[in-house]
């Protein structure tokens, strides 16, 4: 009985996978803190402060999270550096 091939990390339905999940886990870190924001604003009767500084927050982490992941080294990269020094 044969094994199924396991797909390389560098197959471009990898590449696929982590650009599709940037995009959501962007959407989700801006929409919690608008999100946050909003009932924030609705506790402490101060409308758009809040839901303003809240969504800043939420696409500065995202922002943060997108720059870490795409320079993040690939275990391809390590292992080129390894052979070359």
């Given at each position: 009985?044969?094994?199924?091939?396991?797909?390389?990390?560098?197959?471009?339905?990898?590449?696929?996978?982590?650009?599709?999940?940037?995009?959501?886990?962007?959407?989700?870190v801006i929409a919690l803190g608008v999100f946050g924001g909003i009932?924030?604003?609705?506790?402490?009767?101060?409308?758009?402060?809040?839901?303003i500084v809240c969504a800043l927050a939420g696409i500065a982490l995202s922002m943060y999270l997108i720059f870490r992941t795409l320079t993040k080294p690939t275990k391809k990269s390590?292992?080129?550096?390894?052979n070359t020094h």
């Amino acid at each position: 009985m044969t094994t199924p091939a396991t797909p390389k990390k560098s197959s471009p339905f990898h590449q696929y996978a982590i650009y599709s999940n940037l995009a959501f886990e962007m959407g989700a870190v801006i929409a919690l803190g608008v999100f946050g924001g909003i009932k924030l604003d609705k506790v402490l009767n101060t409308s758009p402060l809040f839901t303003i500084v809240c969504a800043l927050a939420g696409i500065a982490l995202s922002m943060y999270l997108i720059f870490r992941t795409l320079t993040k080294p690939t275990k391809k990269s390590k292992d080129e550096q390894k052979n070359t020094h």
